[in-house]
């Protein structure tokens, strides 16, 4: 027999956003708050949310559970306006809120029963459920233990195992990973991945730009706005103007390379490397493609072999500075004209 | 309903774990108050002022008055420090606050009194507070009538002495105008007039020491007033019969003379009724007597117990809902709730079950333990119990109330200070509310505590049931309390989400 929760993943699976946001705004005044936002979340997926703070990251996770009404656009979740969402619409969201907010009194397994119980759930369910999630974030050992004798790491791991203990469809984790030590982060994504795999859909905000890399789509937020949606691999193509391949020759060769590459016509442009002599950054389009026929070209006709040659993965870091100043640019530009 | 019961069951257990965690807050809440009634109970000896006086007492005595008993009356309510003659040195005591009150009794001889003069005790102080003041003004008024009293026993028994004198006087007159025939001779007529003019100056020191005819007056002392009645009569009879003696005619001076020798046997028989009454009900003819129809007043400890015992359950519940609302806003926990699918009023039932609970409990062992310091156990129990629930009930409303209009935990103890102050001054805690304008009322029935306190003072001093005042009372300012936080807290989350 199949139950809600399945039948709704089925009808999102067919290809349904779960959100939806239509120009969203909400000024706050003094230039605070969210503008035009236009993004769409398919179920199944992870959606990072990236920027720096107080870029308005809450801001838009606040008004897609309904805290928050958005002043002009529209927000849909789950086909709903969040406002006039029902009890069981509710039911559907898991959230984790940035800070820990679960009681320090209370032991694991007491916080847990709370949080069940205001979701409705019958004490054998939540019984269950507990053991389900404690295993899941591997505290089930520590649930006699009170929340102010949890590491920051536990706290984080059981506000996870919070949200999901009523099995929502949507979970939405304001910065879940911030202020953990690097092996916790990325267990963390690990459950993020196994939920996605489950189809659950997820909506994370964090500071960590290299856990762009964990998510299925990234948006990058500037000062209340988009600055761009894409996949990771799309954000690295689009902060870099294409495809990159790095190659380090002789430095006395350096010069004719670079005239030689430049005349070819699938490479964009020439970037010399002023840290590491010899080093240059050649854009194309393709560089899984390019890289081959390349490096035939150097050593037939001009006799070099280069001693480095791979296609170039700049870090989320340079991927994020890069958007960040191509944003600032444009907007410059924009006041200019 | 089930899926709401289990929602509400939440925040009760929630808050039941919570406070079950904190033993030392038990311990804080329901021990603390206790050893401070306890220490109260051990150490308290009057609620009086303590006031320091020195007497001043002229040197030449006072007549009538003993200085060591007045001495021994005065240091019965203040703490007499001495008695001089020295009027300088005590005003030097009280400028140098060695003493907070002087009192100078001043010379007094019974010829000044009879010349009509009053002379004043003087009584000195600097004090700033009220209470010493009304408390020194009374005394001093009690002890003026002290002083009074003394003065007029011993006239009165000075104007008894005088009064057997005249009588024998009088006896001899009697006799004298006995022996006049009628013929009003040469002879008989100025032994008459003899007789006649020696008697009237008798009868005027008669009246010069008698006590005052003031406290004849209102008719508290007959015999007095009856005894200045016929002195008044026989003294006009005097003065018409002499005038008669000098030239009246016969018959009018018979007439004359029988009148006078029936006014002198009336006035010998008043007299005769002066000297038999003892002089103090001359003086002093009201005296009061006061019956307790329940035996006798309770201690100061067992009667403040009732009141303590409302202002700790009042407090407690009002400390734990004040900061009920305000952590979890703090905390964050209302944007989870929020996004719940959970109402305010789950969240507020099952809190509030918790607190009264708690608050219950705590308020049902301090009663228990109250026993210990003779304390009457509630002689209803069914009474007590509702009375306490509601009080709960009340005060967590008010604590709510509290939470929801403040920003902070700090914010949240400040207004429960507030209210501790006003539950001291504006409950009849300390002072009772007669003593207060109608505004003030208004103010403490909407203190939860006004009203215990009357209940639990019914159920444990009186002995009767609760009135059903206090307890529609308390219900009245829960549906009152609970209702604004309800408006309150809906309003600052439309103010959210618009």
């Known amino acids: 027999m199949m139950t809600k929760n399945m039948e709704t993943s089925l009808k999102y699976a067919n290809g349904t956003d779960i959100v939806v946001l239509e120009g969203t705004s909400l000024d706050f005044g003094g230039g605070a708050g969210v503008f035009g936002l236009d993004l769409q979340l398919p179920q199944g997926t992870i959606l990072g949310l990236i920027g720096p703070s107080g870029c308005g990251k809450t801001t838009l996770i606040r008004q897609i559970n309904g805290v928050y009404a958005p002043t002009a656009g529209t927000v849909r979740v789950f086909g709903t306006n969040p406002r006039q969402f029902s009890e069981a619409d509710r039911s559907r969201i898991g959230y984790i809120p940035q800070q820990f907010i679960l009681y320090p009194h209370l032991s694991v397994e007491e916080n847990l029963h709370f949080l069940g119980s205001i979701y409705g759930m019958t004490r054998s369910d939540r019984k269950t459920e507990i053991k389900t999630q404690l295993e899941f974030v591997e505290l089930y050992d520590a649930r006699k233990r009170l929340g102010s004798q949890l590491s920051g790491g536990m706290q984080r791991r059981l506000m996870l195992a919070g949200a999901l203990i009523h099995n929502p469809e949507l979970i939405i984790a304001d910065e879940p990973t911030a202020g953990i030590d690097p092996i916790l982060r990325a267990r963390i994504w690990e459950n993020f991945h196994t939920l996605r795999n489950q189809g659950k859909t997820m909506l994370v905000t964090t500071q960590y730009v290299g856990e762009a890399a964990y998510c299925d789509q990234v948006a990058v937020m500037r000062q209340g706005r988009l600055i761009t949606i894409d996949t990771p691999r799309g954000l690295q193509r689009q902060a870099l103007g294409g495809e990159v391949i790095h190659i380090q020759i002789d430095p006395k060769q350096i010069t004719k390379t670079t005239q030689y590459l430049e005349e070819m016509p699938q490479v964009d442009w020439i970037e010399r490397k002023v840290s590491e002599p010899g080093g240059l950054h050649i854009h194309v389009h393709d560089a899984g493609k390019e890289l081959p026929v390349l490096l035939n070209r150097l050593s037939n006709e001009l006799n070099i072999t280069p001693q480095i040659a791979e296609p170039y993965l700049p870090t989320f870091d340079e991927v994020f500075v890069r958007l960040i100043q191509k944003d600032q640019e444009a907007q410059a530009e924009k006041e200019i004209s | ?498």
Do not use: C
């Open chain 2, 1 to 498: 309903m089930k899926i709401f019961l289990t929602k509400v069951i939440a925040f009760f257990a929630k808050e039941f774990h919570e406070v079950r965690r904190q033993p030392r807050l038990m311990l804080s809440l329901i021990g603390g108050p206790l050893l401070v009634l306890a220490a109260f109970g051990a150490t308290f000896q009057s609620s009086n002022p303590f006031v320091s006086t020195v007497l001043v007492w002229p040197k030449e005595g006072i007549p009538g008055l003993d200085q060591d008993q007045a001495a021994k009356f005065i240091g019965a309510n203040f703490y007499l420090t001495g008695v001089i003659n020295d009027e300088e040195k005590a005003m030097q005591m009280l400028e140098d606050g060695e003493v907070d009150v002087v009192q100078i009794v001043p010379s007094i001889q019974t010829d000044q009194l009879s010349e009509g003069s009053r002379p004043e005790v003087k009584v000195f102080s600097r004090t700033i507070d009220p209470n010493a003041e009304a408390w020194t003004r009374s005394l001093a008024f009690s002890e003026t009538n002290y002083f009074n009293r003394q003065i007029l026993t011993l006239e009165a028994a000075k104007a008894h002495d005088k009064a057997i004198e005249v009588d024998s006087s009088l006896d001899g007159a009697l006799k004298d105008y006995g022996t006049i025939t009628g013929s009003f001779d040469n002879t008989e007529l100025e032994r008459a007039y003899a007789i006649t003019t020696e008697l009237q100056p008798v009868l005027q020191e008669l009246l010069a020491i008698l006590p005052p005819e003031s406290l004849s007056q209102g008719n508290l002392a007959p015999e007095l007033s009856n005894l200045y009645n016929d002195i008044h009569i026989l003294a006009d009879d005097l003065e018409e019969l002499e005038q008669v003696l000098k030239k009246g005619e016969l018959p009018v001076r018979q007439e004359r003379l029988e009148s006078t020798i029936e006014e002198i046997k009336s006035l010998r028989a008043s007299i005769d009724i002066f000297i038999e009454v003892p002089t103090i009900n001359i003086i002093s003819p009201i005296r009061e007597t006061y019956t307790n129809l329940r035996g006798s007043a309770y201690n100061l400890v067992i009667f403040f117990a009732p009141s303590v015992l409302a202002l700790l359950v009042q407090q407690m519940a009002v400390t734990l809902a004040s900061l009920g609302l305000v952590r979890e806003r703090q905390m964050g926990s209302f944007e989870m709730f929020r996004v719940a699918p959970l109402r305010f009023s789950q969240l507020l039932i099952g809190k509030s079950l918790a607190y009264i609970l708690f608050v219950s409990i705590a308020g049902g062992i301090l009663t228990g333990l109250l026993s210990l310091l003779k304390v009457p156990l509630p002689v209803i129990p069914l009474d007590f119990l509702a009375l306490l629930f509601l009080l709960a009930l009340a005060s967590v409303g008010i604590g709510f109330l509290i939470s929801s209009v403040s920003r902070t935990d700090s914010q949240a103890i400040q207004l429960t200070m507030l209210l501790l102050l006003l539950s001291i001054f504006f409950t009849g805690f300390f002072m009772p509310l007669t003593g207060f304008t109608w505004p003030a009322w208004l103010i403490a029935y909407l203190i939860p505590m006004t009203h215990a306190i009357t209940g639990f003072q019914d159920v444990m001093l009186t002995g009767t049931s609760v009135g059903a005042g206090e307890l529609e009372g308390l219900i009245f300012i829960a549906l009152l309390s609970y209702g604004l936080v309800l408006w309150i807290m809906r309003r600052q989350y439309k103010q959210v989400l618009d």
